[in-house]
């Protein structure tokens, strides 16, 4: 699902914010507006934060989709009550790849690879076993990556702005 977006840094800090608040176990996620409008208002001067867009921003008669609103259609459609947030690569974090020799079938290899540029994402499994990861692009181009599943990998692009839901069944 892609966004007709506007990138900017109250973007970027809302959506950081809610894979954040997941990946740090938090089992709930609070957005102080679902709909703003061009200048975030509303907002309180008494400790609320001006920046911050809603899901949607509204302006006269157009409606702007903001990356939270794809955020939240596609954990809610896909992350079901009851769902458990489970590892996934992070900006900065080491993780252990092991990979059998080529030279020496049976042997298995560890490496450790630090995941330098690592898009946003959140990874969860639900009640019914599947597996589901959502990953979005808040960078002004275009990015590729790469996700391995059961020693298989595919490589995906996601334009600027949009929001990528992949479920893998029990």
């Given amino acids: 699902m ?3 977006y506007r990138m900017d840094d109250s973007n970027r800090l809302l959506y950081q914010m809610c894979f954040g608040v997941t990946r740090t176990w938090s089992r709930n996620v609070i957005l102080w507006n ?5 200048l975030n208002d509303p907002h309180t001067d008494n400790g609320g ?15 702007i989709r903001n990356i939270a609103f794809y955020t939240i259609a596609h954990a809610s459609k896909f992350v079901r009550p009851g769902s458990a947030r489970i590892a996934s690569p992070f900006t900065g974090d ?24 690592v898009l946003p994402n959140v990874a969860f499994k ?13 960078t002004w181009s275009v990015n590729s990556f790469k996700i391995q599943y059961n020693r298989e990998f595919v490589r995906i692009e996601l334009k ?3 929001v990528g839901t992949y479920v893998w069944p029990n």
Avoid: W, Y
Avoid at 34 to 38: E, G, I, M, S, T
Avoid at 126 to 138: E, F
């Fill in 126 to 138: 639900t009640p019914a076993g599947r597996i589901v990861l959502i990953v979005a692009n808040d």
């Fill in 49 to 63: 934060c001006s920046m911050f867009q809603g899901a949607i921003t509204i302006d006269g008669d157009k409606v």
């Fill in 2 to 4: 892609d966004s007709d």
């Fill in 94 to 117: 080491n993780s252990i790849s092991l990979t059998e020799d080529e030279e020496h079938p049976g042997i298995m290899r560890a490496t450790v690879v630090e995941n330098a540029q």
């Fill in 34 to 38: 679902l709909a703003a409008d061009p």
């Fill in 160 to 162: 600027p702005g949009a």
